[in-house]
């Protein structure tokens, strides 16, 4: 029974961004992930938005950390090399009863400390966005975009370098509480540790069930999207929203250019009864693509190559009319454990500046002493297609693998998908490769490269390609051999 | 790429005639340009082995109307790779074309490095790729087990891997029609095909040898409405659909599976000459040519499934020949020839037309059109209108599929700017 | 008393729906040329159908050799014929055209090879 002074359950943008804040520090840290690699669930399944802080109530915990979240990204951003832009956002009034609420988002905004808000009439952001119908906009500049999964494979794999251990496929079964520290079970046996943080997203009452009576409930909400092909990055450059639909609790349809070139359509937004119910529906996708087209009139059907969703954690219930804000608090009956609560939107946002709040409460039971050595640069998963010709000469030079390419739609070579196979964390599936190298997310979706991606397992990794998954371990891509 | 510091560093090559591709249509047009006189032609291809897609497809069928003998995938590309290699034709194996422009300059790179190729003539032979699971946007969950039809066969055929037991198929292209037989003979448990025409999508000969020698239902005017399970998949919703496609209410069926392939259609593969600023057809997906299949960039030329997608592997050969061809003689007389004129005639698909090749005529005399209908239609004839005047009618031999038809015309002259439109009468 | 059957030709990619008296062999509709003809009739008489599939080889440079019967073979005899294909292995190298099996079944057709696997290094 190994003993951890932090144990982090849940590997989603929110623990990952912990364990490497923590991981600054003397600590034994363990980090316990249910799926089979790292941003498994809501921190995949997002807009990938670095919001401003104009939606969230004053005062609140989500305007706090949003706003300050926002900040951190610059540098956070710069140190894990991974892709930001920071596009601004129009938030769009169709009719004059939208435009007085655009006057109050920038209220909104101007008391969360949000700059260079600023009112402006439909031929300046035809200017901008020629594409776009509205009758004025409020254009928000500090709005940016990122990709979520690579950030939180980053933030996880840096953190492992810095001595974290990282344990996947991990469910976390019972925890007691001893004396002075918590005995966790597991599918991978039972471990010790003096703090736990509960960062396990839509999961996060099991957790708290296993201590303690909860007083909360989890309301699962289900967010669908629409991706379109990289030939209609053209429509729009920065992110397009609706006004809130405040009774809704949620921000609306919005078109979102993602960092790869692709746009995203949604999400939309239905309280479902399953915490892990992804499906996408038929109705839903046809109101996303309808809403899309009130907005982009040009948009075709046939422009959608993917659709997906992610699922919101909200605890309070879709009637409830107070400020839904997230919770982050030392448990009362249990001290040590740290619960973090309903972090849904702006979850990814606020993560850097949550981490930094995670810390602030350990520090206030445990002294904490910062490392000298702490290696704050991650650039494991440099691309190919982002290099200059000089710099792919010299890749090639010194490893030829770097001028084979799998897959061709992304332009990624043999010597990415060994790098993404070779990861920190040990995650071997079909998808681990794609959120770290960008094969198979194509518009093929993998139709020619995962042929060569399974080769690789093979040869490269002797792994036994009859048994390798798309992601959780139960979902096989394969049954066995042909002939034997 | 054409940044200086970085020329040093690139393999520079020279060439008549480069292919990129070197499926079928890549390899025979470019024995074609070789036969026609080019006298270095290379083949470009991103793959370690030499055919494209053929080499999978250990089925037979190849060759029956071009050589009046049935062959199997392996057995008809083997026939054009040994002549090709006769003809002293380079193939550049694992080399990913990145990227060409109207200089004839194709920038690539291969485990040697970067390289820039100059050519007198282009041929895009790329082929093209299969639709998937977003192109129709099914809704339901994400689980494994959800293949294109040709991923499937890629597996069993080349890497004894078996995708699964308990199959359903949505789609009855031809590469579905064949997965469905190959499946069934390894031992899997075939459900049935779903399309959601009226009609079989794939070629008669298909339907019959391959669902009903083996009793594979084909259930017509269905589709999936929704994929199920968490993991792996383990069933499919299917419901009727009406005559506008839209599923009908109540129809609902569950097929128990672990496994759907997606035969649903096939795309060309145009990156590189959208990039390149050829002008492409919306309704083949392919380069707008010319009747030397020429594209909109003097010196580029296309064939194969890039081009149009093709019913078989003989139609294509036929018409990349022609390609070949007329790229040797470009590469010959020098970039000048065969330069699109200011007379030329645009041409239209009319009423009942999918669409039809070439898109543009720059000479009298006899054509070759190929061309598909909106939907099977039998009993028809068909007019070709130059400027609303008829200058030929032809009765459709067969047209009880949607297959590619091929008709020649006899083109008289004609004033500059001539539109001619092909019409289906019924 | 109907003895009229219809049957799709496969020889080639028309595929023409041919009517034929399945007693007297009489082509009522539909063939477009000879070989259609002769096609409806033996359809009637003993279908017959060319087997393509793949067998096992070792020490190839792949795992799989691809196969057919190099002449049509009875359609009730596909599945025996598989059988025997799915218990057959092979070492390579292997050309095109090699004879794998002869005289499968006393049906008078080999089993041959449609590619050549080489010996993998």
Redesign the interface.
Known sequence: MRKFQIAIIGGGVIGSAIARELSKYFLDIIVFEKGSDVASSTSKANSGVIHSGINSPPKSLKARFCVEGNRIFHQLAKELSVPIKWTGKYVIAKNEEEEKELVKLKDIGIKNKVMGLRLIETDEVNFNEPNIKCKSALWVPSAGITLPYQLTIALAENSVMNGVKFLLETIVIDIKKNNNYFEIKTNKGIFKSDFIINAAGLNCIDIVKMLEEPDFRVYPCRGEY??LDK?YAFLIKSLIYQIPQEKFGFLGVHITPTVDGNILLGPTSEYIAEI?D?????QK?NILLKEAKEIIPIIK??A?????SGIRCKIYPPEYDGISDFRIENSRVNPGLINLLGIESPGLTAAPAIAKEVVKIISKNIVLSKKTKFVSKYDKYIKFSDM???R??KM??KN??W???IC??E?VTEAEVINALSNPLGAKTLSSIKYRCRAGMG??????C??HI??IMGEEFNLD??KI????N??????????V | ?E?L??EK??INVTNDVSVIGSGPAGIVAGISAREFGAKKVIIID?NNWIGGIL?QC???GFG??EMGI?L?G??YI?KYVEKAKNLGITVMK?T?V?KINNELEIFA??????MKIKSKSIILAMGC??K????L?I???????IY?A??AQ????????????NIVILGSGDVGLIMARRLK??GANVKGVIEILPYPNG???N???CLK?YNIPLLLSHTI??I?G???INKVIISKVDKNKKPIPDTEKIIKC?TLLLSVGLIPEN?IS?NAGIILDDSTGGPLVNQYYRTTIPGIYACGNCLQVY??V?LLSIHAKIAGKQSAKNAIKGKNHNNYAEKNIIVKPGTGIKYIIPQMINKTGIIDFSFRLEKPNKFSKISFELNKNEIFRGNL??S??T?IINMKVKIPNYSPKSILEVILNE | MNDETKI??????????IRINKKNLFIIEGA?CEKGIEYSKNEVLDPK??L???I?IKNGI???I?V?TNKPIP?DK?FNI?EILKKTSVNAPVE?GEKIIRNILNTGSDIIA???VKKSK
Do not use: W
């Open positions: 629409l991706v030939k892990n992804t499906r996408t529906t038929k996708i059907d046939k959608v190559i993917n659709a997906y200059t010709n000089e792919k000469s090639i030079n030829a693998s001028g084979r390419i061709r739609c332009n518009r093929c979706q993998g139709g020619f995962t042929q399974v080769r390609i009859t998954n798309l992601k959780s139960k979902s096989n891509l394969f049954i066995g051999k042909t002939r | 790429m940044k510091g970085c560093k690139l991103r080499p250990i089925h037979d029956i109307e049935s199997t392996p057995e083997d694992e990913t990145l790179v291969s485990r040697k490095g970067l790729r299969e998937t699971r977003g192109n946007i809704p339901g969950d994400r689980p494994s087990g294109t040709g991923l890629t597996f069993i055929n080349l890497y004894n891997i078996m995708p699964g037991k003979i390894e070629l008669p000969r339907v019959v040898q020698d409405t929704s199920e968490k993991d792996r672990d990156e959208r019913d078989t003989d031999k067969y009880n599929s297959g | 799709t030709c496969i020889l080639c990619p028309i595929g023409c729906e477009k159908r060319i393509t599939s793949s096992l792949l795992p799989l691809s057919k359609k596909l598989l095109m449609t590619k050549t």
